[in-house]
């Protein structure tokens, strides 16, 4: 999907460089998303840096994050492992169906989430990206309806802890706030990948928040 610039190549660069800054103050050990990009661009890894680091410049309110979250090409989970775990080697991985859990051998805390693309919302966003180029970098974070749809769906999650979907809900709500131009249509069928029914949910939902309407879900 072509990306729509409006000029937040700037913007995503900027949040990122908050985000990094805000991270870097309280958390132990802390790995840079900007070195993840570096390695896994070398590795020739296909990735979309996701996460609060991947988000923050559609959201306008770059925050804090503890880990650095990416999702990997199908077929290159393992390698994206291997090149993370040779360039930081104080990290440990822990390998669970959803995700590499990549942890701090000496506080145990999650330093990088390595996502495997075995869902559908997740697989389409390795697909539905914007490029962002900071300086020497060029990487990919998901494309405004593609970062709705990744909101939204820990939203409805049944699995999601309450205190965690509070912090997805504010996320979606200053997406929607943030980006006045959101493709709908677009969104509707990224939001299918949800669960069925899920495309008309979401779009309500972007309603809700343009009409100062409190979230139900």
């Known amino acids: 999907m072509p990306a729509r610039t409006h000029g937040l190549s700037d913007a995503h660069g900027l949040s990122l ?22 390695v896994l661009t070398a590795a020739k890894v296909s990735f979309t840096l996701v996460g609060a680091h991947g988000l923050g410049g559609w959201t306008g309110k770059p925050r804090a994050t503890e880990d650095v979250d990416v999702v990997v090409g199908p077929r ?10 040779a360039a930081f080697p104080n990290l440990d991985a822990d390998d669970h169906p959803a995700v590499v859990r990549l942890r701090d051998r000496d506080t145990g805390a999650v330093a990088i989430d390595v996502m495997k693309p075995n869902q559908p919302v997740i697989h389409a966003a390795l697909k539905n990206t914007h490029t962002v180029r900071s300086g020497r970098l060029t990487y990919k974070v998901p494309s405004l309806e593609m970062a709705l749809a ?29 980006n006045p131009d959101i493709d709908l249509d677009r969104l509707a069928v990224l939001g299918e990948l949800v669960y069925p029914g899920g495309g008309k949910e979401i779009v309500e939902c972007v309603r809700r928040v343009r009409a100062g309407e409190q979230l139900i879900l």
């Open 17 to 38: 460089f908050k985000s990094s800054k805000l991270s870097g103050v309280y958390v132990p050990h802390f790995i840079a998303p900007q070195d993840v990009i570096r």
């Open 76 to 85: 290159q989970v393992k390698k994206a492992v291997a090149a993370l775990t």
């Open 150 to 178: 990744l909101k939204f769906a820990p939203m409805v999650s049944l699995n999601r802890a309450e205190d965690d979907k509070h912090i997805d809900d504010a996320d979606f709500i200053r997406v929607v706030r943030h």
